[in-house]
């Protein structure tokens, strides 16, 4: 069977954002039909797990998040990944998480109250569900601290990923494309 590719993107944003445009299209200008690049509820009082839950559950129910699903996910997304992937129990080929963070307060009260409903205490539990699991981090996020990304890589990761000067890997920081992603697909 083909692979099928999912990109989430992270806390107020959307998938028209950063650099996931730009790997979805590719994506599919390797012959992938399958790149899906859910826009999710953002901001206060729409994002949180239960939400986003929700949506990406329909995925499972159709079959497209399944054991050839390649997962890419920046920000929050990974720990909404992990914590979803767990709870419903779905195993995927593959995870790739962009500054990845797990029960970090401190950003703001707005990113603190939206990012709260996606922490997990079993991060690593989140093995069962995958095999290969790569992160992505750098040393100069200015939203998260280096050592709390390095601790959520260092959980979870086959693989980690370093950037000495990447800040948060995000359009703002100069990503609006990610050549080095695109060795996972």
């Known amino acids: 069977m083909k692979n099928n590719y999912f990109i989430i993107h992270g806390s107020f944003s959307n998938p028209f954002s950063n650099w996931i445009p730009w790997l979805r ?57 992990a914590k979803f992937l767990i709870n419903n129990q779905v195993k995927v080929k593959r995870l790739i998480f962009v500054c990845g963070f797990n029960n970090y307060l401190g950003i703001n009260e707005e990113y603190d109250n939206v990012n709260k409903t996606m922490y997990l205490d079993n991060l690593e539990d989140v093995k069962n569900y995958c095999d290969d699991i790569i992160c992505y981090y ?41 050549p080095d992603l695109l060795k996972y697909i």
């Open 138 to 178: 750098s040393k100069n996020d200015p939203y998260v601290k280096y050592e709390v990304e390095k601790s959520f890589a260092d959980t979870i990761a086959t693989k980690q990923v370093i950037i000495d000067d990447g800040g948060h890997l995000n359009a703002e920081s100069g990503y609006t494309e990610f």
């Open 25 to 81: 299209k590719e994506i599919e200008n390797r012959g992938v039909e399958n790149v899906y690049t859910p826009d999710l509820p953002s901001g206060v009082g729409y994002q949180n797990f239960d939400n986003w839950n929700e949506l990406i559950k329909v995925y499972v129910k159709a079959g497209l998040i399944n054991e050839n699903t390649i997962i890419f996910a920046h920000s929050i997304a990974p720990a909404f990944v």
